[in-house]
C-alpha cells in the first residue's frame, strides 16, 4: 500500500516534536521541581564541583530540546495549511484544531525566547561564577529564575492545547481561560510540593 507523503512528513514532524519536547519540558520540570530545592541546599564547595558538571549537560539538552519542538511545531502547520492545502491562516483559525494549537504555539514561542534568550545566556554566567568560586549576578540569576517558574506556568496549559487539537473539538476563548487558570493552578500546586517530597517516610 502506498502512503501519501506529506502524511509521512506530517508524521515524521509529528514524532520528533514529542519526543524533543518530552526532552524539553522533562528538563524543565526536573530544574523547577527537584534541581532548585537540591541546590538551594548546597554549600558552596559542593556547588563548585556539582554546577560545573551537571548544568552544562542539562542545559544542553534543555535548550536543543526546544528548539526543535519549535521548529517542528511551525513546521505542521505550515505544511498542513500551505504546502499539503491551500487553506492558509483563514482555514486554520475557522477550527478548533487551529484554535489550540494557536494558544499552545503562543505559549511555546514565549518558552523558547526565555531558553534563548534569557535562561540559558544568564546560566552559562552563573556556571563560570560558581566555578571560579564566585558569587553569581543575584539579579540575573532571579532573572532567569522567573522566566524558567513563567516557562512551567505556561507549559501546563500549553500541553492541555497540544492534545486538545485533536482529542477536545471545542473552542473558544471560554474554554481556553479556563484551561489556562487551571494549568496554572496545578503548577502552583506543584511549586508547593516540590521542597516537600521525596523523603523516604
Same mark, same amino acid.
Given at each position: ?6 502524511? @509521512? ?6 514524532? $520528533? ?5 518530552? $526532552? ?6 526536573? &530544574?523547577? &521541581? ?7 541546599? +548546597? ?15 542539562? @542545559?544542553?539538552? &534543555?535548550?536543543?530540546g526546544a528548539m526543535v519542538t519549535f521548529l517542528t511545531g511551525y513546521l505542521m502547520i505550515y505544511w498542513r495549511y500551505w ?33 534563548? &534568550? ?35 506556568? $505556561?507549559?501546563?496549559?500549553? +500541553?492541555?492545547?497540544?492534545g486538545a487539537a485533536s482529542h477536545f473539538p471545542v473552542s473558544g476563548w471560554l474554554w481556553q481561560v479556563i484551561v489556562v ?11 508547593? @510540593? ?8
Amino acid at each position: 500500500m502506498m502512503m501519501d507523503s506529506g502524511i @509521512l512528513i506530517q508524521m515524521i514532524f509529528r514524532w $520528533l516534536h514529542f519526543v524533543f519536547g518530552i $526532552l524539553w519540558i522533562g528538563h524543565l520540570y526536573f &530544574f523547577n &521541581f527537584v534541581n532548585a530545592t537540591f541546590q538551594s541546599r +548546597l554549600d558552596a564547595p559542593t556547588k563548585q564541583k556539582v554546577v560545573p558538571e551537571l548544568m552544562p549537560r542539562a @542545559l544542553w539538552w &534543555f535548550r536543543w530540546g526546544a528548539m526543535v519542538t519549535f521548529l517542528t511545531g511551525y513546521l505542521m502547520i505550515y505544511w498542513r495549511y500551505w504546502v499539503s492545502s491551500d487553506a492558509g491562516m483563514t482555514g486554520f483559525m475557522a477550527s478548533s484544531y487551529g484554535q489550540w494549537i494557536s494558544l499552545g504555539a503562543t505559549f511555546g514561542t514565549i518558552m523558547w525566547f526565555n531558553v534563548w &534568550f534569557v535562561i540559558w545566556p544568564i546560566q552559562k554566567g552563573v556556571i563560570k561564577a560558581v566555578a571560579a568560586g564566585e558569587k553569581p549576578d543575584a539579579a540575573k540569576v532571579e532573572r532567569a529564575r522567573k522566566a524558567s517558574k513563567l516557562n512551567t506556568f $505556561l507549559s501546563i496549559p500549553l +500541553l492541555f492545547s497540544m492534545g486538545a487539537a485533536s482529542h477536545f473539538p471545542v473552542s473558544g476563548w471560554l474554554w481556553q481561560v479556563i484551561v489556562v487558570a487551571l494549568g496554572f493552578l496545578i503548577a502552583q500546586t506543584f511549586y508547593k @510540593l516540590a521542597p516537600k517530597v521525596g523523603k523516604l517516610n
